[in-house]
């Protein structure tokens, strides 16, 4: 239950992001309203990391292999992204793709057992229910 609560925190913290991004990028650039996204989440790591979590800092240069420290560089992207797609498609659709898009490519991840992720069983229900997604965006437009 705390699963299911939490995401749907998310997914609405990543809608209000969006918006709020795409009108900081209207008024300086797209480059600098990235940086400062990932600026302040950075700020704001350090400051929950003093409150709430004392793991070891130096654990970071452990970490293997090498590619799983490329998230920042990928959030970047990510911020990037959702901004062009929002100001393009409007912050409804541009998040449904998104959403979409991204159960999409997690339920492949997990089916070739990508980045060490446990590889799943291919299931139908899930395809289905990928699909029925797909034909929603279709839905959606009209």
Partial sequence: MLGFLTALISGALMSIQGVLDTEVTRQTGIWVAAG?????????????????????????????????????????????????SMNGLGPARATLLIVVTQIIVAYAIELLGLFGVEKAAFEWKKVIGAAIAIVGIAIFRW
């Fill in 36 to 84: 400062w996204v990932q600026l302040t989440a950075f700020l704001t790591c350090i400051l929950l990391y003093f409150i709430n979590d004392r793991s070891p800092v130096p654990a970071i240069l452990q970490v293997h292999p090498w590619y799983m420290l490329l998230g920042g560089v990928i959030g970047a992207f990510i911020t990037a992204t959702v901004i062009w």
